[in-house]
């Protein structure tokens, strides 16, 4: 078992380039992937996120579905380290999985009437470019999704 602080620092962006791949490595390969997500604000963890998404990119559907949740609210901010490699693997992550959280995180905007709720609803329709969850969406909802698409 590997130590997270470890890995951690093996992540970050400011350690040399092989130890990053090690980090990665390492990191896709625990058990409980949650300190891999957003786990906190502070400056040292946010130099650990983009190699934290791109460990995640690596890690298959069937292990990543119970944090679909918690990848969605990566997508609140596009600015964040990640977000956007988060998104590229959310458009080829199963449909049908994704469908449920996905449909539960649009409901949940849909009481949100700021224009930060309007910019995650805009970032949320890049999910459109996942053919397979599009298809398993019911119309009203890609037609709200539409109005937001590359916008």
Not at 19 to 37: C, E, H, S, W, Y
Not at 42 to 56: F, I, Q, S
Not at 118 to 135: G, I, P
Request: aromatic letters at 10%; one cysteine or more; a negative charge.
């Amino acid at each position: 078992m590997n130590d997270i602080n470890e890995i951690y620092r093996m992540l970050n962006w400011q350690s040399s380039f092989g130890d990053q791949l090690q980090g990665i490595k390492l990191a896709k390969d625990l058990d409980d992937l949650t300190p891999l997500i957003l786990t906190c604000a502070t400056k040292e963890c946010k130099g650990v996120w983009e190699n934290c998404a791109r460990a995640l990119y690596e890690v298959s559907d069937e292990r990543l579905e119970k944090y679909l949740p918690y990848l969605l609210e990566w997508l609140y901010d596009l600015n964040q380290a990640g977000a956007w490699i988060i998104l590229d693997r959310l458009k080829v992550f199963s449909g049908k999985k994704l469908k449920g959280p996905f449909v539960e995180c649009l409901n949940y905007l849909s009481n949100i009437n700021s224009e930060s709720g309007q910019m995650f609803l805009s970032n949320l329709s890049e999910l459109l470019d996942n053919e397979e969850l599009k298809a398993e969406l019911p119309k009203p909802i890609i037609e709200i999704l539409q109005k937001h698409y590359k916008n």
